[in-house]
């Protein structure tokens, strides 16, 4: 009886454009502090190491974040943490960019990782009620404003750095953000808190089995297993692609850099046309070409014979890459017996583990093996998600329906 209602809904609703701008928002400010960072390590007299120490404080901060914000938003919703998250990333940049000491840094950096990852829980879990309520799918631009918003705040950092210094920058990405939450606030939906019923799967001893199936408890946590491998090679590629290039390939310098130039900007526009691709052919199918894809990509790049060929492997591996995270997301926030905001927060607390600490890792191993053996390594890690990818379904609308 309700068909009819949900055909009509436009394309772009307000709902779906503020949660839109929070993505954005995000990215630009995330995007924003990378230009930052070799003036931040200069004015502070920090070395590679400590800087990586620092960046660290970053990471930890957004993992820290996650599961406490996923438990409010299990009880209160997802409105109120994205406004109230959003409202706290406009004081982020300056705080960072005044950091008096080391210490003072390193507390601001945390500060700034824990906000800006319990938004990305917050928000997230919103973009999953937006779905729900106009019966199409949307995370995968939600995603791509993400990307856009990170490209945006890199480059008009720099060119505001550049032309002006870090403090005027730091006051004018944090004004662009203000007015990103200001045009979203009266916009963003207001998702009550759903009750459901206690998942004693997540209990092993308290539950029965039915044969042949997962449990809720294991199926979010094997969801949350797929984000962590899916993510791990754009970890790989953003922080060791460029160094691939030059010292196994022979590229130059300019050539070098466009390893996670190409794999962004092919990601970002895939993310665009994910959702119309996942509406047209199902979020299963979606995410198994996708996995295929990605695993052509990176295995082309391993095996690449110059650093042309490798960018191009890269460029494939971010199209495919690009909607198998949005479309996990989908899946999680729509699993049946479990509460939104804590699937939401396990699944992005393991995702952006592979992101952040997976590279270190990388870099250990690549030591030894080089790292045209880690880019062929990796399509056999994605071929675990390709045998698991049937659990994708909960991303479909008629899937959810049939839950509700």
């Known amino acids: 009886m309700f068909a009819p209602i949900v055909a009509t809904r436009p394309f772009l609703t307000p709902q779906r454009l503020a949660v839109s701008l929070m993505f954005l928002a995000n990215g ?28 660290m404080c970053f990471g930890i901060g957004s993992l820290c974040a996650m599961p406490l914000v996923g438990a409010v938003i299990s009880k209160s919703g997802s409105r109120t943490p994205v406004l109230a998250l959003a409202t706290l990333t406009i004081a982020c940049l300056p705080l960072v960019t005044i950091a008096p000491s ?22 997230n879990a919103n973009a999953v009620e937006v779905e729900k309520r106009h019966d199409r799918a949307i995370m995968s631009s939600c995603h791509g404003f993400w990307s856009l918003g990170g490209v945006a705040g890199a480059a008009l950092g ?4 550049a032309l002006f ?8 990405a944090s004004v662009l953000a203000a007015l990103a939450v200001a045009v979203a ?57 460029a160094l691939y290039l ?22 970002a526009l895939m993310r665009f046309l994910g959702d119309l691709v996942r509406d047209r052919f199902g979020a299963v199918r979606t995410f198994r070409i996708s996995a295929i894809l990605a695993m052509i990509g990176l295995g082309a790049a391993g095996l690449a014979p110059s650093a042309e060929w490798a960018v191009a492997g890269f460029a494939i591996a971010g199209l495919g890459l690009a909607n198998t995270v949005p479309i996990a997301f989908s899946a999680a926030g729509n699993l049946p017996g479990l509460p939104q905001g804590l699937a939401i927060s396990i699944v992005t607390f393991m ?7 997976a590279p270190s890792v990388i870099g250990f191993i690549a030591e030894h093996t080089g790292f045209a053996l880690i880019y062929l390594m990796l399509p056999v890690f994605v071929a675990v998600p390709l045998v698991f990818s049937g659990m994708m379904r909960h991303a479909d609308r008629q899937e959810a329906r049939n839950h509700a």
């Open 102 to 123: 080391v210490w003072t840094a390193a507390v601001a950096l945390f500060f700034f990782g824990a906000i800006i990852g319990g938004m990305d829980v917050a928000m």
């Open 158 to 161: 720099g060119l505001l750095i």
């Open 246 to 267: 030059r010292q196994e390939l022979g590229a130059s310098p300019a050539l070098s850099g466009l390893a996670f130039g190409a794999f962004s900007a092919a990601m």
């Open 351 to 357: 995702g952006y583990s592979g992101i952040l600490f």
């Open 28 to 55: 630009f400010l995330v995007g924003s502090w990378a230009p930052k960072i070799p003036e931040f390590a200069m004015r502070l007299d920090l070395d590679e190491s400590d800087l990586g120490l620092m960046i």
């Open 165 to 172: 210094g870090v403090h005027v920058h730091a006051l004018a």
């Open 185 to 241: 606030w009266p916009r963003l939906l207001s998702d009550p808190p759903h009750v459901h019923p206690v998942d004693t799967s997540l209990d092993p001893s308290s539950a029965p089995r039915r044969p042949g199936l997962l449990s809720v408890g294991a199926t979010v946590w094997l969801t949350g297993i797929i984000c962590l491998i899916m993510m791990t090679p754009e970890g790989a590629i953003l922080d060791w692609g």
